[in-house]
């Protein structure tokens, strides 16, 4: 017998203000069809001010709980992946445990931008598998309009701020492709490629948060392939196919590139969860919000085969297979 990590629940939340392409439109020089055209983005939410990373996170962090039938103290693992902190430190991930009432096990931050939940899901479905961990709140949270430059319409249209988690729990299985649970992730990384997604601010390097740049047509150059190549290689550790597949849910930044990685997965546009157009990018947010949604409004079911796939800043990237 070996241990899998099987999804016990999931929650969301999204922030209540909601902004639309054409409030932007009339504070920027763009328009609803221009944005539309190029992303899928036709709305995006936005949090409140004072409200933090970690308030984001602790909300969807209690509705998974709920959703799991879970009290915080059965918890043994927090990972929060975000790179919109509350503060340089302490980690994000404790605030949360504080605000949960949880007092044991461990609690941190992962950085890995976009990709940032496909990483922390790795991370406790290890700590699960070594038996570190029995059970763990695996978190994206972002407030990204904290980091935009709202005059650079280039890239202020294409954020948006939330949070999602999903509970992983210990569960003995077979060691197949038929078990329930995380069954393989796959994470590259390229930093070469450090310039064509960055925040020009830091701690260490000017002293000043800073604000998102990026160089769109790059980024997406190498997403669509990098994709690909890691559902690819994740699908053939577990020895299924495309074929096999439920249900895709790719990180949500770009519409374009998500149906180009569907398609050349050999994956219908029907078996694609899109939540970009009213949710935007979220970075480490985006999938554990779309699962979230896929899974309350019935589409996602038990013994479904899903397959997870981000990419962002570093580069980094990397895919999940999960039967849920």
Not at 97 to 104: E, I, P, V
Not at 261 to 280: F, M, N, Q, Y
Request: charged letters at 20%; aromatic letters at 4%; a negative charge.
């Amino acid at each position: 017998m070996t241990i899998r990590s099987v999804v016990k629940g999931c929650g969301s939340y999204l922030p209540k203000r909601v902004v639309t392409n054409d409030d932007l439109a009339r504070e920027i020089d763009t328009t609803d069809e221009w944005i539309t055209r190029r992303t899928g983005i036709r709305q995006r939410h936005i949090a409140a001010a004072g409200e933090k990373t970690s308030d984001l996170a602790y909300e969807a962090a209690r509705r998974a709980l709920a959703s799991a039938r879970m009290a915080p103290d059965e918890i043994d693992l927090i990972v929060v992946a975000t790179s919109t902190p509350d503060r340089t430190f302490p980690a994000t991930a404790t605030t949360v445990q504080a605000k949960l009432g949880m007092t044991r096990g461990a609690a941190f931050d992962v950085q890995a931008v976009c990709a940032g939940f496909v990483y922390a899901l790795n991370i406790a479905d290890s700590a699960i598998r070594l038996g570190e961990a029995n059970a763990a709140l695996v978190i994206g949270a972002e407030t990204f309009s904290r980091i935009l430059d709202w005059h650079d319409r280039s890239t202020c249209v294409l954020f948006g701020d939330g949070a999602g988690a999903v509970v992983l729990h210990a569960t003995e299985a077979s060691g197949t492709a038929q078990d329930r649970g995380v069954l393989t992730c796959r994470l590259h990384s390229d930093g070469r490629f450090n310039d064509l997604l960055y925040v020009d601010g830091g701690p260490s390097s000017t002293g000043t948060v800073g604000h998102l740049r990026m160089e769109g047509k790059e980024v997406f150059r190498h997403a669509v392939v990098n994709l690909v190549s890691a559902t690819e290689e994740a699908l053939a550790a577990t020895g299924l196919t495309s074929a096999d597949v439920d249900w895709l849910v790719p990180h949500q930044a770009n519409l374009r590139i998500m149906t180009g990685a569907a398609e050349r997965l050999g994956l219908p546009e029907s078996k694609l969860v899109v939540t970009v157009d009213r949710h935007a990018n979220t970075s480490a947010a985006s999938i554990p919000l779309a699962l979230c949604e896929a899974v309350s409004d019935g589409r996602i079911k038990q013994n479904d085969v899903v397959v997870v796939q981000a990419i962002g800043g570093g580069l980094a990237w990397g895919a999940s297979v999960i039967r849920w």
